[in-house]
């Protein structure tokens, strides 16, 4: 027979808890601080093995994995073949330094990307030393005690200890879909598969129901997450849609120019052109006017983009969100810290038949009282003493200060608590808890099973309309008499219509008929006796009211999703401005009734609604779709584990930083890191910015690649020579769109955004105004090119100087056409270059550039470049300035349409 030290060889789920405890030398209490520290040392911080961050070397090479690259390598090989050292020289020197560029716009974009992924960080409930602590999960050792709920992920793998009908979604490590129901009573043998091994909880897998206790057995990489990081860190990232959409753009503009390009070459070579000099020219054509590099930049701007988000408190947890949010037509948000201030405190008691007596105090302070007379005393200690025992808060003295975590409602009621003279600490010796049902969203009440000298007492809180069908009698104080329903239905609407979230108690004795403590269920909460209500208030975020006010601007329209009764939820409607009348208010109760007539009934009822009120989150699905349906772009916020299927069905799902469960944050694509709705609107301004700053950067890529394209099938239709060398195709796009493009992407907002209307979520990039815009610009920069280039050949200036003016006219109109890309209707003379210093840097910097190259011994013989006179050049920047007059007359005709709505 084995011996105890042999059984603690087998591994935990081989085990009971008895000897589990024995084996990670642990005990009920806790871990002590010392042992904690002892430990972390030894095992190291619970944090899954890290992929090494990509290095600056392997971005750089990464550069040239690119179709263009090799062409233009080839060239350079051709050149040196044809013993034009100084091309090929310049060749390479334009791919390292637009390696070099990409490189840093590529290694930003990712160092980005991490510092935003730091910013969520899992939490842990774990038991030390006798107390609750909320801890950072990376700090866990092997021996802590956790306590798992509902919406929590397993932060380690863990050997349950109790449960309390606790059920994990484990498809990440098994691949079923269907939560698992656990028992911590079960011992399993060695060999038991993991999927079956029912008396274990693993790290990184979903807590979907109920409360549980567990020892954490095996944190980091020696948990079973751990031993498969690497698989699952080596797995690729889907890219936004946005980006897979320009990838397959870029090639469709690829092949045009191709064509293109091929057809101007053939015409070259029929005209007597060698060969070798044809494919110079026609591959930094193609280099120039094909928008290789496009989704790199792109990338770079919503990059920036989730950055801004982040310095605004909105973590895009998705790069599809960024671009996403743009589009956002209907906000269906949480009221409970997201338009409130999540600082819930009961500011009334409501006993039967007594008048609502006030409880005085500030915030998550003990001190206070309440205003009652002698003879209520009892039944405010007997409520207040329910309202401690049915809880899973914490609130105590912690160094000196009052800390608490745990669900609002609990903390507050622990502090009412407090107030009334009731030491919740005492509770647990004289009235120690031996079953508990957590709350369900979905039931809308909790319920605790006590051991008291009088036997076994249940004690239940929830909603009113739950609570008052299971209680017999009420308390008054002349004793405990028959219940009058009515009443108390009568006092719980005053509460709500004053704005209170309105929280009913009852308790009574249980007769288990000698069944066990956890079979405790809610068919055995009846002949209760109601206690009272307590109101509770959490204040508006002040901020909110404008929020939705710009929400009405922009075009978005705000809707309430609360748990909270219909007269309570219509009152903060009310104040915040979003909703007036009774019948755009919804009830979980009509939607129900809706539901079951067809999607077209639920769609009636939800078209017109602004508050949903008293929904289980299970409706918050059905509202999302029936919005979907509508023809919104859906934002939801959710915190609990069951907004998850609503927070994946919506457009956008956003979740709580703080006080979201990490199943919430799991299907989100948006995390708000301060649960605040008016940080839902900077996000919303975000996403518009930097769609609009995405447009921008294809805008001017696309029009510049355009342009000399047009100017070579002109030039080479009237029969004139090539006006411009291969390696000055190559310089202009490396002086202009290298520099340029990426300035962009850090365009600040214009001040407008929340103005106007949602652009459709279905609207193509390369829209109407766009391929406007794109013409136009293309045009005049070719036509313009054409006939100064033309004019000189004809004026008598050999083609070397003639080429010489048409590449100083391109790179200043590409200059200008940067300033010009900056807004698509608002006047360039409107916005200060000083908003956006990196492009006016960029710009001018372009330009010495060119003008530097002008004086270099040989960079100006490889680039076939000459020294203008600054009457030359102010007489060129006269003729690039067309531009300018065209594309201002341009924005200023659109500016009408768009006053008449025709845009």
Known sequence: METPQDLTALPCHALSSEHAFAKLSTRASGLTRSEVSERLVLYGRNELPRPRPTSVLRVFF?????????????AALISVALRDISDAGFIMTVLCVNALIGSIQEYGAERSAQALRALTVSKALVLREDEDHEIAAEELVPGDLVILEAGSKVPADLRLISDGGIEVDESLLTGESVAVSKSAAAIWPVETAIAERSNMAFAGTLVTRGRAHGIAVATGSQTQLGRIASSLSGAESGRPPLLVRMDRFSRRIALAVTVAVVVLGGVSVIRGNSLGSVFLLAVALAVSAIPEGLPVALTVALSIGARRMGQRKVIARRLVAVEALGSCTFIASDKTGTLTMNQLVARVLALPRSEPRLVQGQGHQPTGHIDMPSEEQAQVVRLCTAAALCNDGFFGLRDDRWVHHGDAVDVALLVLSHRAGVQPAALDVSHPRVAAMPFDPEHRFAATLHRHEDGLLAVVKGAGERILPMCTRMATPAGDVAIDIAALELQATKLAASGYRVLALAQGSVDLAGQPAADFAASQLRSLTFLGFIGMLDPLRPEAKDAIAACRAAGIQVAMVTGDHPVTALSIARELGFAEREDQVITGTRLAQAAAQG????????????????????????????????????????DGANDAPALRAAHIGVAMGERGTDVAKESADLILADDNFASIVAGVEEGRISYANVRKVIYLSLASGAAEVLLFVLTTATGLPAPLWPVQLLWLNLVTNGIQDVALAFEPKEGSELKKPPRAPGEPIFNRLMIERMTVSALVISLVTFGLYAWMLRAGYDVAAAQNGALLLLVLFENIQAGDSRSETASAFSLSPLRNPLLLIGTLSAQLLHISAMYIPGLRDVLHLRPVSLSQWLWTLSLSLSLIVVTELHKWFLRRRQRAGRL
């Open 62 to 74: 990464r550069q040239f994995l690119s179709p263009l690259v090799y062409i233009l390598l080839l």
């Open 599 to 638: 999607d077209a009934a639920v769609d009636a009822l939800v078209r017109e609604a602004r508050v949903f009120a008293r929904v289980e989150p299970t409706q918050k699905l059905q509202i999302v779709q029936a919005l979907s349906r509508l023809g919104h772009f859906v934002a939801v916020t959710g």
